[in-house]
């Protein structure tokens, strides 16, 4: 048993619904373009030495992955500037909760009226 199901009738339930809205709605490419990632080598080259980058996103804001050696790896946000190594917490948080209160109401419209 998958504890992650990612399609079929799981795909309905809370869990999946949380992880789809954390990740975003795809790897949003267009705020990439603020920055070159040949440039981003050449501005950290002297602090890690780069061996992947890695395009990703959180709640669909577009963030960059600097891995080097392990366990060296940079996160910059999308324009370049050195990001935090951890999502903060209120962000998490209020991703989760948009996500039950949507569930919520979705519950609640489904519902037989009696």
Do not use: C, Y
Request: hydrophobic share 40%; net charge neutral; proline share 6%.
């Amino acid at each position: 048993m998958d504890p992650f199901p990612m399609g079929g009738e799981a795909s309905l339930d809370g869990s999946s619904r949380i992880q789809t809205a954390l990740r975003g709605d795809g790897v949003p490419l267009a705020g990439f373009l603020t920055i070159h990632p040949r440039d981003l080598l050449a501005r950290f080259a002297s602090q890690i030495s780069v061996r992947e980058i890695e395009f990703a996103s959180f709640a669909n804001e577009p963030f960059f992955i600097l891995t080097g050696r392990a366990p060296t790896d940079i996160d910059l946000t999308a324009d370049g500037r050195m990001a935090s190594s951890e999502f903060s917490r209120e962000k998490i948080l209020g991703v989760v909760r948009d996500v039950g209160r949507t569930a919520m109401i979705r519950r609640k419209l489904q519902r037989p009226a009696w």
